[in-house]
């Protein structure tokens, strides 16, 4: 595997088109790509607008300001608590959960119970089935099989930490998950712990539990071993 402290130094366009994302302007400026997470609330204190372009269901419940463009359709039982901006043509599913400080692109699926709070979906990024997502950036078709978890917040109190090349680098962040590169794919059931950045391009397989830095067109295999053996039973006379 490339050595990850050599191939990146964490800046936006590593990982993102930034001409497929709605604002571009919040990847402006110095400083690693995961600095973006907490310049989302601020950065809707001045953009935050409602509006209903798209198609809601009436049993669906929409708190706040939220934006919905053309296109977009939001099933019943979906709970979107703003601020929140949904681009065009997106489906969200039913029973899903956006807590706010919630931004996605164009053709995005946003999937049937999954949460989302403090996140930036890129066009075409999909989370289709029961999964958690919280203060991560996903990328231009980006894709999370069924039940990947974005843990975003560390066991033992404190900032998270990007592990990378043997050093740990404080993100100045209590909340941070992920950072998912472009067209990158992740397995079902993975949970990637707080501070993971996975290059463009990357494949991590189904069940791992990954930390730290993913270097772009890897990928990420979990090793196991079966044992299969017969099953003895005993033989039953009956007299």
Known sequence: MKNPGQEMSFTPKEYLDLSH??????????????????????????????????????????????FIDEGTVIEANVLIRGPAYIGRDCEVRSGAYIRGNFIAGNGCIIGNSCEFKNTILFDEAAVPHFSYVGDSILGHKSHL?????????????????????????????????????????????????????????????????????????????LKQEFSVTEIKRKSISHS
């Open 21 to 66: 994302v709605p604002f571009p302007e919040l990847f402006e400026g110095p400083g690693p790509v995961w600095r973006v997470l907490a310049e989302i609330q601020p950065f809707f204190g001045d953009k935050a607008r409602s509006g209903i372009l798209g198609r809601v269901d009436p049993r669906a419940t929409i708190v706040g300001e939220v």
């Open 145 to 221: 099989g069924a039940g990947v978890t974005l843990s975003n917040v560390k066991l033992i109190a404190g900032n998270v930490e990007v592990h990378c090349d043997g050093k740990r680098i404080d993100s100045g962040l209590r909340k941070f998950g992920a950072i998912i590169g472009d067209h990158s794919e992740i397995g079902c059931n993975c949970v990637l712990n707080p501070g993971s950045v996975i290059g463009r391009r990357s494949v991590l397989y189904p069940n791992l539990s990954w930390r730290g830095v993913c270097p772009p067109d890897s990928v990420v295999k």
